[in-house]
């Protein structure tokens, strides 16, 4: 209901900005709270709460749910398959953020509280071909996730569940699949696919180099699903009857070169194509089937990946010139992968 206050966790991040933001714009009070200093955050709402607090401790989740009616908790430490694959302790130990979050919620009367899973929670050996089988919400069991990142996620449900059933809480959540848009992280490691293609592509055009590095062999494929149709499905969830976790992705399967040929079309330039195989790839194939969600509670994803990117192209190019002025600065080489050319598995 317009009035109530609602708290952003990690609302100095992509997908907290954008959330913050809708939530003002329908009359919410919008309490953002990120580790980030101020400066760093994507977006800053002048009209929000915005405390910078690390929640990994008890005291700070307090101070962030005290008074509030609901929680959408986004906080972790996350990133695109180069941050993952080599910072597993470091996502794991968003664990501390949501066992406290959940803790300091349940204390203060938190109303409604929702929690942004991942597709990384799903078994490794359904996401073995890049010919996809969707991935249904069942397909979570028995547990097999991606190492670190989908571990913890997979145990922070688990914990919403347990609250639920245990203390009577009400507990939501979701298991986003890829999602891309301005206002993210577009360079420094935790990019993901979209916005790396993009600025790979961007400063290919900058330098007059015309080729480009993909990690894996660009066959893997995945869906991706516009900031938009996340921000509006999450709310969706957290005001629906559904207490499993629920699918929230685009169902537009595309392969890593697929994607490269739309961000080359936006650009207009074609580029020589360079396989990196030792680089993080992540699984072959994942996708989201949106049977459940669309019969539960009748969303589905509404933007095309063409759509997406062209917006998302835009806002990084515009970046780019604010930081760069049309220079490229010295790029890191990519990582090498965890599980290059093999399945994730438990010991892997
Ligand atoms: P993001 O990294 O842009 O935002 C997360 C924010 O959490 C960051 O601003 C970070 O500073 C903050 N944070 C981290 N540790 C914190 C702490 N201890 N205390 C306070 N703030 C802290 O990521 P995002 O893309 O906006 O993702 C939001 C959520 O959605 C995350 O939980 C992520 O795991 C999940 N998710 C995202 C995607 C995706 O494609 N973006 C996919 C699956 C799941």
Known sequence: MAGELVVVAGGGGFIGGHLAAD???????????DRKPMDEWYQVHNDAENLVADLNGIDACRQACQGADQVYQLAADMGGMGFIETHKAECMLSVLINTHMLMAARDAGVQKFFYSSSACVYNGDKQVDEDVVALKEEDAYPALPEDGYGWEKLFSERMCRHFREDYGMYTRVARYHNVYGPFGTWEGGREKAPAAMCRKVIEAKLTGDHSIEIWGDGKQ?????YIDDCVNGSQKIMHSDSIEPLNLGSNELVTINGLVDIVEDIAGIKLDRKYNLDAPKGVNGRNSDNTLIENEIGWSPSIRLRDGMEKTYKWIYDEH???YNGKVPQREAAPKGAHVGKKATAAS
């Open 221 to 225: 494929t995945r869906s991706f699903m």
């Open 321 to 323: 010139m604010k930081k």
């Open 23 to 33: 939530l003002m714009r329908q009359g919410f009070r919008v309490r953002s709270v």
